[in-house]
């Protein structure tokens, strides 16, 4: 795949995030998708109580919303769901599937909002527009064709609300099957697993006020300034009442450094508000050893007699600290900083923050769970809050910051191939049948089902699995031997391209579209980062005629599936999301009278016993702390971490730039240390290939440019889903399968030399 490079430009990373720069970014992806009126209208709705929920991140909203509530990459994912770009029938005649391959993703997005049911039969070239009743005929007979329910997969995304969730899950399980992988597998897995093991809540324990109230706050592998821009709203408010921030990333991430409001006029004029007061540059992986150095400084406070540890909190609420004392004060100071790469002061420095004070907030994302020891990571981050004694007090806890915007709700609904057996007990006393009780596939486990031919029939509520999804060569001949792969899909995207025997693409509403039945004008639900839940209500018309709600799509492929004669009254529900929520509120805890109380402006607060009443549902009844060893990696090999431009939404490629880390034109690059590349004889602007080794296999990504970058040595940095070739499947995260993505070997091999463009030119 040899391309040139021209267009890459690289300019010094930005010190300073949002201001004039995010205003002039939303402006011009708003007027291109959208044209000016379509903009204000859309915007003005965006996260308002009566308006739409921000379909870019699952951060919560504040209580005193502004006019516009939004942020410049909420902004760009609501332009480019509401865009007037159109792939219809006539785009789809057009171009054959083949052809369609070689786009690049960002041209496959900008094709626009897709129309119409469309169907690829055996053999075509061409996707073809078909009635919805044919689609869903077509899928209907497939299932029930099938030698065993399990020889099926349903992937979820994590922009379906919970009314489509909820109905998607009861559908798959009527069918007779657990298999409901979602994003989630890729995404937060070890952050739920780490928690429930060892607090007994796989969500986290902070509520926005929490954050705004925080002494010290430290973010963990996330980069807030792209991925969760209104978040650094909370951040510079907790700042000025007076917060510490440490920041723990390989990068110097801008908007972690320092922080403009882009819709403050003092954020335009003065020089924002400085963020991090303590910048832990931590090599990839280095985590567990450097949340170990910290707690070891705490422990070596706590033995010459200061005050540093929590002792009535862990005498009450916790087991295991007699093993952790042991094994932080068995592990030496030099062991921690070689494995952390950040010096023993800096680890001194946070132990001291986290000494002074008691509310205290981690905040983290996919820096941390996406490792092979990401659930290590993850439980490494709890030790540190127990013996600080953060839990069930104000201002204080566990915060996994989440990714789609309903990806948590998704998981209360019940879109998990682990579902635990109380909650098939309630989908069995509400609608009397048997739902599966075997465990079903996750999303790792699903590549592998269709790679060795057990399961035949795909369908995704969403998303984008070819691209997200590691090891894409073995996941494209995992699709490619199915007989039948359906989309439920907004936009067209690599998934369409490489598809089964026969192939479907479903369109459906968007958040921003009113969704208008028999029953009159629907609303939906979706549940963010911290477990409010509210009401999302789409006000735009939606991008065409033939379009149907994710919630009346499950409800077709049920009837088409199951007959006409299932207990459950598909049509009824789908009309009326009354009735599906009141089959959540029966069978889900937390959500009894949810048709009353999601009414309220604002939504409400799911229960949480660590938060509400320091209650630990683990065995036992106490939070466990846990000893877990360093991680090791191979010496000869550099550790990549895939990781995301500021101007895209996962798999969506708005533009190729990465603004904030001076990245523009281009995003083919491996960043890497400058150091390293003279010890490899490698050059700026050098084109190379990638090769990443796996238990004795060598998998390879040619034409990457390198780009010199500040970042720890031994460490590099490439952009997904360019990079996922490289990530093997079998690579995953001890106890939650993540793929781990942000911690593979590779090794760079220079070809052709290109001369070198600096950032001056
Ligand atoms: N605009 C936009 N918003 C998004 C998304 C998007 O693609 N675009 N995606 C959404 C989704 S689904 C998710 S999950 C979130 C993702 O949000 P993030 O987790 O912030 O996304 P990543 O780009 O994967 O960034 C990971 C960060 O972790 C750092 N990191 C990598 N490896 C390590 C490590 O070993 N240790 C430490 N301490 N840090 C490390 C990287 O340098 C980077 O700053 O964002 C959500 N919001
Ligand atoms: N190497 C590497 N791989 C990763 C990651 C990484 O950091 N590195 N991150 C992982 C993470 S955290 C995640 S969450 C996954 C993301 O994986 P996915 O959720 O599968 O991918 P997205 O790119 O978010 O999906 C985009 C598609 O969703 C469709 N879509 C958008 N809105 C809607 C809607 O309202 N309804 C429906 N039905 N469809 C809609 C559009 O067709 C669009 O093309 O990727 C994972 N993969
Ligand atoms: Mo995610």
Not at 366 to 383: D, E, F, R
Request: with cysteine; hydrophobic share 40%; net charge negative.
């Amino acid at each position: 795949m040899a391309s040139d490079h021209d267009d890459l430009h690289v300019t010094p990373p930005a010190t300073v995030a949002g201001g004039l720069g995010a205003t002039r970014s939303i402006a011009s992806y708003c007027m291109d998708h959208l044209g000016p009126v379509r903009s204000l209208r859309t915007l003005s709705h965006l996260n308002q109580a009566r308006g739409f929920d921000c379909p870019g991140c699952a951060w919560p909203d504040p209580a005193d919303r502004g006019f516009i509530e939004l942020c410049e990459n909420g902004a760009r994912a609501v332009a480019d769901e509401a865009t007037h770009f159109r792939a219809d029938p006539a785009f789809w005649a057009a171009h054959a599937v083949d052809d369609l391959a070689a786009w690049s993703d960002r041209d496959l997005n900008r094709a626009g909002r897709i129309t119409h049911p469309m169907l690829l039969r055996p053999g075509a070239t061409h996707y073809a527009p078909v009635s919805w009743e044919e689609a869903f005929a077509v899928v209907g007979e497939h299932l029930r064709a099938l030698p065993s329910p399990d020889a099926a997969v349903f992937y979820t995304s994590g922009r379906t609300s919970n009314e489509a969730a909820f109905l998607y899950q009861l559908f798959v399980r009527r069918f007779g099957t657990n298999n409901l992988p979602d994003c989630s597998n890729m995404c937060h897995e070890s952050s739920g697993t780490g928690l429930t093991e060892v607090i007994g809540v796989g969500k986290g324990t902070v509520t926005l006020d929490d954050v705004e109230n925080a002494e010290v706050i430290v973010v963990i592998g996330q980069n807030p300034g792209t991925n969760h821009p209104r978040m650094l709203t909370a951040l510079q408010a907790a700042k000025r009442a007076g917060a510490h921030i440490v920041a723990v990333n390989p990068l110097r991430e801008a908007a972690l450094v320092r922080f403009q409001h882009p819709k403050k006029v003092q954020g335009y004029l003065g020089h924002g508000t400085d963020i991090a007061d303590l910048y832990l540059q931590v090599r990839i992986n280095g985590d567990v050893a450097l949340l170990q150095g910290v707690a070891k400084a705490l422990v070596a406070r706590h033995d010459r007699g200061e005050p540093a540890l929590d002792l009535p909190f862990l005498e009450a609420h916790t087991t295991g600290l007699d093993a952790l004392l042991d094994q932080l004060r068995a592990t030496s100071w030099d062991t921690l900083v070689a494995a952390s790469g950040v010096d023993r002061p800096h680890l001194e420095a946070t132990a001291d923050l986290l000494a002074r004070h008691e509310r205290i907030v981690i905040c983290w994302a996919m820096g941390v769970t996406q490792h092979v020891n990401g659930v290590a990571n993850v439980q490494s981050i709890v030790n540190l809050l127990l013996l600080r004694g953060a839990f069930g007090k104000p201002g204080a806890g566990a915060c996994p910051v989440r990714g789609h915007s309903n990806v948590q709700g998704d998981r209360t609904m019940g879109i998990w191939e682990k579902v635990p057996d109380t909650f098939l007990d309630a989908l069995q006393a509400r609608f009397g049948f048997d739902p599966p009780r075997a465990h079903g596939v996750d999303t790792v486990d699903a590549i592998r089902a269709m790679r060795d031919g057990r399961a035949q029939v795909f369908v995704a509520m969403g998303g984008n699995f070819l691209s997200a999804t590691p090891d894409t060569d073995v996941t494209a001949a995992a699709l490619r031997r199915c007989a039948l792969t359906v989309h439920v899909s907004t936009k067209p995207n690599r998934s369409h391209l490489v598809h089964g025997q026969t192939a479907l693409i479903l369109p459906c509403l968007g958040r921003t579209e009113q969704h208008v039945t028999e029953a009159g004008a629907q609303f939906v639900t979706v549940e963010n980062s911290m477990g409010v839940v509210h009401a999302s209500r789409g006000n735009l018309p939606p991008c065409s005629p033939h379009l149907r709600s994710e919630p009346a799509i499950v409800a077709g492929l049920a009837r088409a599936t199951l007959g006409d004669e299932d207990p459950v009254d598909w049509e009824a529900v789908a009309d009326d999301l009354d009735l599906v929520r009141d089959h959540i509120a029966a069978v889900v805890p937390g959500f009894e009278d949810f048709n009353a109380r999601v009414r309220v402006p604002g939504g409400f607060l799911l229960p949480n016993p660590v938060r509400d009443a320091l209650r630990f549902d683990v065995p036992g009844g106490k939070a466990r702390l846990t000893v877990h060893p360093l991680p090791e990696h191979d010496p000869d090999t550099l550790l990549m971490m895939t990781v995301r431009a500021h101007d895209q939404y996962n798999t969506t490629v708005y533009t190729p730039n990465d603004r904030y880390r001076g990245i523009h034109g281009d995003r083919r690059v491996v960043l890497a240390n400058a150091d390293d590349l003279d010890r490899l004889g490698l050059v700026a602007g050098q084109v190379v290939t990638l090769r990443s080794h796996h238990a004795g296999q060598v998998r390879e990504a040619p034409d990457f440019v390198v780009v010199p970058y500040d970042i720890p040595q031994g460490c590099v940095a490439t952009y997904f889903p360019e990079a996922n070739v490289l990530v093997p499947l079998d690579h995953t995260a001890v106890g939650s399968q993540t793929p781990a993505s942000k911690s593979v070997a590779v090794t760079l091999h220079g070809g052709a030399t290109e001369p070198v463009r600096d950032a001056a030119s």
